[in-house]
């Protein structure tokens, strides 16, 4: 395969993920039950101050993880890196917006249908965090920052992701018992995403691995 239609392909596969992951997190959000770990600051602050969207909120969080990087890293810093991780951001906080949008109508009203909600927004989610990895074009910010402090701490990156996601569920809870008296933002919903995202990713993985060779074959 030709380097320039490989690239391309890998493209097309990550930003399809990408698509995927905001729906999904659009979905776990409108199921009502919380929201993803990497969103919960964003989510909490749109319900705190609704003048921004989620998607906005967003995009301004991960900036902020992208400053915190280029802090960090100093003059080791990739230039590129973070200008491809302000790019997909901003592509990423919008497409969030625009799931929540399509999804409006979605309105669980009883606990079942919540829950039926929540899985559907994890499978897709699951998906396209599976169609990112494939693609392997750069990390969003939330990876981007974890993998910053795994690689400053010599600690692995599963790890630091794990310390990072409990973080901002801590801070995203406080700000809901503070400024909302309850935990809007924060909920089972998020526990539950946390511990089975991973999971439907690696079964993912077993059932693709074929297609993936196929599309993306050895250069």
């Known amino acids: 395969m030709k380097r320039k239609n490989y690239i391309f392909r890998r493209y097309c596969i990550f930003f399809t993920g990408l698509f995927f992951v905001a729906f999904g997190i659009a979905f776990v959000t409108k199921a009502g039950l919380g929201t993803s770990a990497i969103s919960s600051v964003p989510y909490t602050l749109s319900l705190i101050w609704p003048a921004l969207t989620m998607g906005q909120w967003t995009i301004l969080f991960n900036y902020l993880l992208v400053a915190a990087q280029i802090v960090i890293l100093k003059g080791r810093v990739s230039k590129i890196e973070m200008l491809l991780q302000l790019g997909v951001t901003l592509i990423f906080g919008y497409c969030i917006d625009f799931g929540m949008w399509i999804l409006t109508p979605l309105e669980p009203q ?16 699951s998906f396209g965090a599976y169609l990112e990895f494939v ?5 969003l910010p939330g990876d981007g920052f974890a993998n910053t402090i795994a690689g400053v701490s010599h600690r692995s990156f599963g790890f630091i992701r794990f310390i990072s996601d409990t973080i901002m569920v801590a801070c995203a ?16 919903g998020t526990v539950i995403a946390a511990l089975t ?8 993985t077993r059932l693709f691995r074929g297609v993936e060779e196929r599309i993306l074959p050895a250069e």
């Not at 009883?110 to 989610?125: E, F, V």
């Not at 693609?135 to 990390?139: A, D, I, L, T």
């Open 110 to 125: 009883n606990y079942g249908t919540k829950l039926a909600a929540l899985g559907i927004g994890i499978l897709i989610m």
């Open 135 to 139: 693609g392997n074009v750069v990390m």
């Open 173 to 188: 809870a406080l700000m809901c018992i503070f400024c909302l008296h309850a935990l809007t933002g924060v909920r089972e």
């Open 197 to 204: 995202v991973g999971n439907v990713v690696r079964i993912y």
